[in-house]
Nanobody, 126 residues
Framework: QVQLVESGGGLVQPGGSLRLSCAAS????????MAWFRQAPGKEREFVAA????????YYADSVKGRFTISRDSAKNMVYLQMNSLKPEDTAVYYC???????????????????WGQGTQVTVSS
């Protein structure tokens, strides 16, 4: 079992920055793909970013590439999402997830993740 707790969401103006944190407990999280997804009202949950492996390979959605950075601190069992140049369309509930990967497609698919946090709200508005 893995427990995930997100923090760091809030209200920010367009162009601003936020850093989300995900604290993992339970089984060592280095064996999992760790990812961030988001879900806006009335929309499906969508992939944002992921990292896995001893070399911390990273994956990003095209919509956030160059603006968001995923990282992890294995010693602290933490995963982070640094979000810069935020846009109103980034507004959503952001979820941390842990699970298996195996392919680029599975890494980007919510159903391939076994564990989810409760989510943290990010609102980008002036």
């Amino acid at each position: 079992q893995v427990q995930l707790v997100e923090s760091g969401g809030g209200l920010v103006q367009p162009g601003g920055s936020l850093r989300l944190s995900c604290a993992a407990s339970g089984r060592p999280f280095t064996i999992y793909v760790m990812a961030w997804f988001r879900q806006a009202p009335g929309k499906e949950r969508e992939f944002v970013a992921a990292t896995w492996g001893s070399t911390a390979v990273t994956y990003y959605a095209d919509s956030v590439k160059g603006r968001f950075t995923i990282s992890r601190d294995s010693a602290k069992n933490m995963v982070y999402l640094q979000m810069n140049s935020l846009k109103p369309e980034d507004t959503a509930v952001y979820y941390c997830a842990a699970g298996g990967g195996g392919s680029d497609y599975l890494i980007r698919t919510p159903n391939s993740y076994n564990y989810w946090g409760q989510g943290t709200q990010v609102t980008v508005s002036s």
